[in-house]
């Protein structure tokens, strides 16, 4: 099974700073990585597809990049809506594992 | 508008057997893989297992091969998760999500249901 490991695990930020999490595969995922956001006691809500494809109705203050192994969420702007939990996810092979997710929350 | 709802969680006994429906509305069900996840309390998303839009493909997380089973039933715009010998480690929400294009299953997560509880527990 491919390992997904994202960093950090937590992070504290102000409205409008500049987030940015990381997500690495135990192996080369070529660009099939999802990103995904979650706030408490709801379902996940797709951001990013295709490592980098922001997903229909998504604000733009979200992108993301990377290939292989290696991949990025940037939120550009915080808002007070984006405090929540993302986890990122391979779909390059099942099992379509997840990272651990990254609690973004309010300084 | 598009919707999944599902239905069938709830406290069983270990070793018992739950299943869990998930019904399908605004999208042409028979076009898309479907897809179970699930999430331990307090803890991140664990995919469980796919199906395929005809059927033909399914596969299992290794924690729960050879005691879940999925089906789908396109007639009826529905999806199912027979969960047997369930363990106290199986107890978490379920959701039923919907693969994002219609006949693959490569471009992440884009529909899921609210998700329904299962607690095994004696």
């Known amino acids: 099974d491919i390992q997904m490991t994202q960093s950090p695990s937590s992070l504290s930020a102000s409205v409008g700073d500049r987030v940015t999490i990381t997500c690495r595969a135990s192996q080369s995922i070529s660009n099939y990585l999802n990103w995904y956001q979650q706030r408490p006691g709801k379902a996940p809500k797709l951001l990013m597809y295709a490592a980098s494809s922001l997903q229909s109705g998504v604000p733009p203050r979200f992108s993301g990049s990377g290939s292989g192994t290696d991949f990025t969420l940037t939120i550009s702007s915080l808002q007070p809506e984006d405090f929540a939990t993302y986890y990122c996810?391979?779909?390059?092979?099942?099992?379509?594992?997840f990272g651990q997710g990254t609690k973004v929350e309010i300084k | 508008q598009v919707q999944l709802v599902e239905s069938g969680g709830g406290l069983v006994q270990p070793g018992g057997s739950l299943r869990l429906s998930c019904a399908a509305s605004g999208f042409t069900f028979g076009d898309y893989y479907m897809t179970w996840i699930r999430q331990a309390p307090g803890k991140g998303l664990d995919w469980v297992s796919y199906?395929?839009?005809?059927?033909?493909?399914?596969n299992y997380a290794d924690s729960v091969k050879g005691r879940f089973t999925i089906s789908r039933d396109n007639a009826k715009n529905s999806l199912y998760l027979q969960m047997n010998s369930l363990r106290a480690e199986d107890t978490a929400v379920y959701y039923c999500?919907?693969?994002?294009?219609?006949?693959?299953?490569?471009?992440?997560?884009?529909?899921w249901g609210q998700g329904t509880t299962v607690t095994v527990s004696s």
């Open positions: 199906i395929s839009s005809s059927s033909s493909y399914t």
């Open positions: 996810q391979q779909s390059y092979s099942t099992p379509q594992t």
């Open positions: 999500a919907r693969g994002k294009q219609p006949h693959k299953y490569i471009y992440g997560i884009d529909v």
